[in-house]
Structure formats: structure tokens, C-alpha cells
């Protein structure tokens, strides 16, 4: 079955110090990728999308930056953090395949990060 | 633009009574339409999605939804609201082709009154 993991869960880092939160999909190939930022009561923004690898689309101007190394791995990452990046950051997948589970997004548990 | 509106922030309902959370959407075409559920902490679950067909979807926890076309609404129902329904919601929506980008409303947080 199909798994997909985050880390870490939790992350309390400096203002101007870097980041890198990780991504990891298992049980599928070629899946679709996708990074959310989620702050309160903005809902879900998505700010990443990949559908292969070195395969980036950016949606939001940022100082945060994404890549993919791999097909399963998606990473996020930022140089020197601000204090509005803070928020809890969701990783999910989407199968490019048929099936029932196509064109479903499923999502990984999350990775709060804090900036003080 | 591509949008999704959540308009209740929101609800309150007592344990036992019925609750319908609504989803507008603004999209070129019928877009693929889902509904998701988060608990505190947690990534979103998946309760139902429309894709095509009959336009009364079923939902695992009980929960359905109903497509207006001519009302571009997705409107999530349930008829008896349970303590453990306490959660954020969120209606989503992607298009049927090309990049597969999913847009999500601000989410609707139901507080379930015992």
C-alpha cells in the first residue's frame, strides 16, 4: 500500500536560519507532488508542485524553494527563514495512474514549523 | 481565477442535530470536487469526492455531498452530527486536465456541542 511520510513533525528554528523539511512517498512510482502551507485561518495554500524529477512549479513568490531529487523524495527548503514562514506545511501525493485512487490527494501528517 | 469559497468559518451544532457545510467554486469547467476533514495536528482526510455521475455523493463517517452545477456548490451533509465530527473541513477542487493544481477554501471548523 501506498505510504507517505514527513519530517520532522516539529521544528522550532531561528529567524534567518535554514530549512529543510523532507517528503517521502512509498508504495507508487511517478506519483505527483505536491508542497500546502496551511496558517491560521488562510486555509490551504499550495505553494510547490512537482510531476518528475528536477520537474518544479512554484506557485507562490517565496523564499522558500523545492526540489526532487528523487521520484518518491520531494524536500523543501528555505536559506534564511522569515518570521511568516511559520505554519504547519503539508506534504501530499497524487497518483498519475487510473484506478479509484486516481486523481485523489492524499496527504501526509504535517510539519509544524515555528520561527522565533 | 480558480477559487474556492468557504463562506462559515465556523458552526456550532449539538450532538445529534443535522449539519451542512457549504462550498462554492469558481472554475472554467466542472472540476473534480472534493471534501476533506482535518483533526487538530493531523493531515486531511479524505471524505468524499465528485468526479462524475450522480450528482449525491456518499462519504465514509456517514457524511454525503451534492453537486449543483447551476449553483457551482458542493455542499457536504450529514444528518446526525457525532462529538467525534469535531474537525476542520475543507472543500477542494482541480481541474480535469493539465497541471493538476488543487485549490482549497479556508476550511469550515465545526464545534459539536454535547
Known amino acids: 500500500s501506498q505510504t507517505i511520510h514527513q519530517w520532522p513533525a516539529t521544528l522550532v528554528q531561528p529567524v534567518g536560519s535554514p530549512l529543510s523539511l523532507e517528503c517521502t512517498v512509498e508504495?507508487?512510482?511517478?506519483?505527483?507532488l505536491y508542497w500546502y502551507r496551511q496558517a491560521a485561518g488562510r486555509g490551504l495554500q499550495l505553494l510547490f508542485y512537482s510531476v518528475g524529477i528536477g520537474q518544479i512549479s512554484s506557485e507562490v513568490p517565496q523564499n522558500l524553494s523545492a526540489s526532487r531529487p528523487q521520484d518518491r523524495q520531494f524536500i523543501l527548503s528555505s536559506k534564511k527563514l522569515l518570521l511568516s514562514d511559520s505554519g504547519f506545511y503539508l506534504c501530499?501525493?497524487?497518483?498519475?495512474?487510473?484506478?479509484?485512487?486516481?486523481?485523489?490527494?492524499?496527504f501526509g501528517a504535517g510539519s509544524r514549523l515555528t520561527v522565533l | 481565477a480558480q477559487s474556492v469559497t468557504q463562506p462559515d468559518i465556523h458552526i456550532t451544532v449539538s450532538e445529534g442535530a443535522s449539519l451542512e457545510l457549504r462550498c462554492n467554486y469558481s472554475?472554467?469547467?466542472?472540476?473534480?470536487l472534493f471534501w476533506y476533514v482535518q483533526s487538530p495536528g493531523q493531515g486531511l482526510q479524505l471524505l468524499l469526492k465528485y468526479f462524475s455521475g450522480d450528482t449525491l455523493v456518499q462519504g465514509i463517517k456517514g457524511f454525503e455531498a451534492e453537486f449543483k452545477r447551476s449553483q457551482s456548490s458542493f455542499n457536504l451533509r450529514k444528518p446526525s452530527v457525532h462529538w467525534s465530527d469535531a474537525a476542520e473541513y475543507f472543500c477542494?477542487?482541480?481541474?480535469?486536465?493539465?497541471?493538476?493544481?488543487?485549490?482549497f477554501g479556508t476550511g469550515t471548523r465545526l464545534k459539536v456541542l454535547a
Open positions: 508504495g507508487t512510482s511517478n506519483p505527483n
Open positions: 472554475y472554467g469547467a466542472t472540476p473534480y
Open positions: 501530499a501525493w497524487r497518483t498519475s495512474g487510473g484506478g479509484s485512487g486516481a486523481n485523489v490527494l492524499t
Open positions: 477542494a477542487v482541480v481541474g480535469l486536465s493539465g497541471t493538476y493544481k488543487y485549490i
